[in-house]
């Protein structure tokens, strides 16, 4: 019998077909590791974090978390926070209700929740913004948003699709030290889309390299940056790869 303390996310021979596109993805990600998901423009990222959310269903196969069949959930009955690129973040409600709604769906806060909603805010650097709305924010800002409800929603899975995107440099600096810190508070389960190596070596444990649809690498950090005989990995790398490399 499975272990089911130690999965986090598990997808047993799911196959998926979008447009021409055929994805097939049979793996596990440990529970409570940081799992860096990378690999070319167009190859699956987003599509590998859509069938654990639930925005993508599998035409066949199984999708598990935390030992747990959720293949048959709608996103919203999944134990999952998302920071993803368009931020799903209701439009005609407010920055307190976009987060708060993420606690409880029928907004029945307690004075406590009401706090947390209000420091989150302030932890992503926006105190104050409880009654903006989101259209007069800028796209780093709503990204920040996106951030301070995963940070009240406490899920055990944590899927974050180029969160950094929009940010500028210092910024961008300081999201990372604030994904560190929330996944020291939550221990979650985390799989994070990057197209860039820093964020691979900052915040990964593990890498998942997708390519044409599959899962072409999947191992440790330290062992990913060392697959120098993989082409496609060392297209990833570029130039990080030659600075890494020991005289
Ligand atoms: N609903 C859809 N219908 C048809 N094709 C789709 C659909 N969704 C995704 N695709 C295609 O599937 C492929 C994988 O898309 P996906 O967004 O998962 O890639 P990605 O690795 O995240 O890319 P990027 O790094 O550019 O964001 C792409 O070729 C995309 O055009």
């Known amino acids: 019998m499975r272990d089911e303390a130690s999965t986090g996310i598990r997808l047993d021979d799911v196959h998926l077909t979008l447009g021409n596109r055929a994805f097939h993805f049979d793996c596990g990600f440990e529970r409570g590791r940081?799992?860096?998901?990378?690999?070319?423009?167009?190859?699956?990222?987003?599509?590998?974090?859509?069938?654990?959310?639930?925005?993508?269903?599998?035409?066949?196969g199984r999708i598990e978390i935390a030992g747990r069949d959720v293949t048959d959930l709608a996103p919203a009955e999944r134990p999952v926070s998302l920071v993803f690129q368009d931020n799903n973040l209701f439009s005609h409600l407010d920055l307190f209700t976009n987060i708060g709604l993420g606690i409880h769906p029928a907004m029945r806060l307690t004075p406590?929740?009401?706090?947390?909603?209000?420091?989150?805010?302030?932890?992503?650097?926006?105190?104050?913004?409880?009654?903006?709305?989101?259209?007069?924010?800028?796209?780093?800002?709503?990204?920040?948003?996106?951030?301070?409800?995963?940070?009240?929603?406490?899920?055990?899975?944590?899927?974050?699709?180029?969160p950094f995107a929009a940010l500028d440099p210092g910024l961008?600096?300081?999201?990372?030290?604030?994904?560190?810190?929330?996944?020291?508070?939550?221990?979650?389960?985390?799989l994070i889309v990057t197209h860039d190596p820093r964020d691979v070596e900052r915040l990964a444990d593990d890498v998942i390299f997708i390519d044409d649809g599959h899962v072409l690498v999947k191992t440790d950090k330290t062992t990913f940056f060392q697959s120098h005989d993989i082409a496609a990995v060392q297209n990833f790398l570029g130039e990080h790869a030659f600075t890494r490399q020991s005289p």
């Open 112 to 162: 406590a929740d009401r706090r947390a909603i209000s420091d989150a805010l302030t932890r992503v650097g926006l105190p104050g913004y409880e009654r903006r709305l989101p259209g007069s924010l800028s796209g780093g800002e709503r990204q920040r948003v996106a951030f301070a409800r995963a940070l009240v929603r406490h899920r055990p899975v944590l899927l974050l699709d180029e």
């Open 34 to 60: 940081i799992t860096a998901v990378v690999g070319p423009s167009g190859s699956g990222k987003s599509t590998l974090l859509n069938l654990v959310s639930g925005f993508e269903r599998p035409a066949s």
């Open 172 to 190: 961008r600096a300081a999201m990372v030290e604030l994904l560190v810190d929330l996944h020291a508070e939550t221990r979650a389960t985390v």
